[in-house]
């Protein structure tokens, strides 16, 4: 077997001789020059019109309206509403998730204690309670009916304050 590989070897290589090219060469010459190819020109774009934004006399848009604000907002004898988070208390695990993500899926009673079962996004069933937290908005539960969970939440006012907002959990279903 030893002696047959320079054998085969020598085939193989006397199969590489350089073979008559010369019609190809010609062919590829030919095509060459036939094929002139031109790419016509881009279009001219005419520039867009300029537009002059001259808001100089107007409110800022990312300045809350103090006029308006303060005519909705709920004063005490120094200008603060007495609302505010306790941001100090250590969050609880429905927290982590913004209210219309969480769905009640049923209620339980236990002598006289009434639990709304919450799901979570991640399919994790909570068990929660009058004064439980949930939502990214400070939101307490301060109900618990067949159908629904009452929830108040502490939001800003958009003045640097904050207010209450009353919002709920539907029963699923």
């Known amino acids: 077997m030893k002696r047959l590989w320079p054998v085969f070897l020598l085939l193989v290589l006397g ?3 350089r073979a008559d090219l ?5 062919f590829v010459i030919e095509t060459k020059a036939q094929s002139k190819g031109k790419v016509e020109p881009l279009p001219e774009i005419p520039p867009p019109p300029v537009y002059h934004y001259q808001a100089s006399g107007l409110r800022d848009p990312f300045q809350p309206h103090h006029a308006r604000l303060q005519s909705l907002r709920p004063q005490s004898d120094n200008g603060d ?3 505010h988070p306790d941001l100090n208390r250590l969050p609880e695990p429905l927290e982590n998730y913004p209210l219309d993500s969480l769905t009640m899926v049923g209620v339980l009673r236990n002598g006289g204690e009434t639990w709304a079962v ?3 996004p ?3 069933l909570y068990r929660v309670r009058v004064g439980n937290h949930l939502g990214q908005d400070h939101g307490r539960i301060i109900a618990i009916t067949d159908t629904e969970v009452k929830i108040v939440e502490i939001v800003p006012d958009g003045s640097g304050g904050w207010m209450k907002r009353h919002n709920s959990l539907n029963l699923e279903g």
């Open 122 to 124: 991640d399919n994790i």
């Open 22 to 26: 010369s019609d190809l060469e010609r």
């Open 81 to 83: 509403s007495g609302v």
């Open 15 to 17: 199969g590489c001789e």
């Open 118 to 120: 919450i799901r979570a």
